[in-house]
C-alpha cells in the first residue's frame, strides 16, 4: 500500500515561513515524480510545485516562484516544500502527490497516481 503523509503546515503571519514535509511509503520513491498542489475553499485546485524523480528537474506555478523551493531526500523517502515571504492568498490546503515522471505532475490535468490528505497552511495578516 502506497501512502503519502503530509506535515509542516500550521498558521504563520505575512511574511513568514513554512516548509512542508511529504514522506511516502510502500513505493519506490526514487521512481516517483513528486507535486504540490494546493487547494482553497472555494477554489480549484492547482500545481503549486513538481520535481522530478532524483531531483534534477523542479517546475514551479508562477504563483510560487521565487518564494518556494522544492527538493527532495530519496533516502528519507521525503519531499520538502519550502516556502518563504508567504501571502494570505497562500491560505490553502497542500497535498503532495506521485506520478511516474515529472510530466505527468505538470500536466493539465496531472496523471498521478496516489494522493496525501493534505495539511492545512493559514497566513494571516
Known amino acids: 500500500q502506497v501512502q503519502l503523509v503530509e506535515s509542516g503546515g500550521g498558521l504563520v503571519q505575512a511574511g513568514g515561513s513554512l516548509r512542508l514535509s511529504c514522506a511516502a511509503s510502500?513505493?519506490?520513491?526514487?521512481?516517483?515524480?513528486v507535486g504540490w498542489f494546493r487547494q482553497a475553499p472555494g477554489k480549484e485546485r492547482e500545481f503549486v510545485a513538481g520535481?522530478?524523480?532524483?531531483?534534477?528537474?523542479?517546475y514551479y506555478a508562477d504563483s510560487g516562484k521565487g518564494r518556494f523551493t522544492i527538493s527532495r531526500d530519496n533516502a528519507r523517502n521525503t519531499v520538502y516544500l519550502q516556502m518563504n515571504s508567504l501571502k494570505p492568498e497562500d491560505t490553502a490546503v497542500y497535498l503532495c502527490?506521485?506520478?511516474?515522471?515529472?510530466?505527468?505532475?505538470?500536466?493539465?490535468?496531472?496523471?498521478?497516481?496516489?494522493w496525501g490528505q493534505g495539511t492545512q497552511v493559514t497566513v494571516s495578516l
Open positions: 502527490a506521485v506520478a511516474a515522471w515529472i510530466q505527468d505532475i505538470t500536466s493539465t490535468p496531472p496523471r498521478t497516481k496516489y
Open positions: 520535481i522530478s524523480r532524483i531531483g534534477g528537474n523542479t
Open positions: 510502500g513505493t519506490i520513491f526514487s521512481k516517483n515524480a
